[in-house]
Nanobody, 124 residues
Framework: VQLQASGGGLVQAGGSLRLSCAAS????????MGWFRQAPGKERESVAT????????YYPDSVKGRFTISRDNAKNTVYLQMNILKPEDTAVYYC??????????????????WGQGTLVTVSS
């Protein structure tokens, strides 16, 4: 599957951004999708995942209550709504698709297709 992420940019602390990830190439609706981020000098980390149905989501404590992942299977698109942004949210954000259909995916190794990344910069 090919993934194209968009929506990054520069925002002030406390602001909001919505990232989008358009998928093509295979049955999008069958796969868990995720958003990851990588800040300079740090390892890539998961910030949100959503299962193929859209009913089950996961967030780490660092973004819980501020970020919301959603998907529109009719549009082959997954979104990440980011609110109350903090300078520590500054990173390149990547969307990813699970390796296997109808399977849970939590760790990087569970995801087989990655978008090109979109930069989010939060100024203080």
């Amino acid at each position: 599957v090919q993934l194209q992420a968009s929506g990054g940019g520069l925002v002030q602390a406390g602001g909001s951004l919505r990232l989008s990830c358009a998928a093509s190439g295979r049955t999008f609706s069958s796969y868990t999708m995720g958003w990851f981020r990588q800040a300079p000098g740090k390892e890539r980390e998961s910030v949100a995942t959503i299962d193929w149905s859209g009913r089950t989501t996961y967030y780490p404590d660092s973004v819980k209550g501020r970020f919301t992942i959603s998907r529109d299977n009719a549009k082959n698109t997954v979104y990440l709504q980011m609110n109350i942004l903090k300078p520590e949210d500054t990173a390149v954000y990547y969307c990813a698709a699970g390796v296997r259909p109808y399977a849970r995916a939590s760790f990087e190794a569970d995801f087989g297709s990655w978008g090109q990344g979109t930069l989010v910069t939060v100024s203080s």
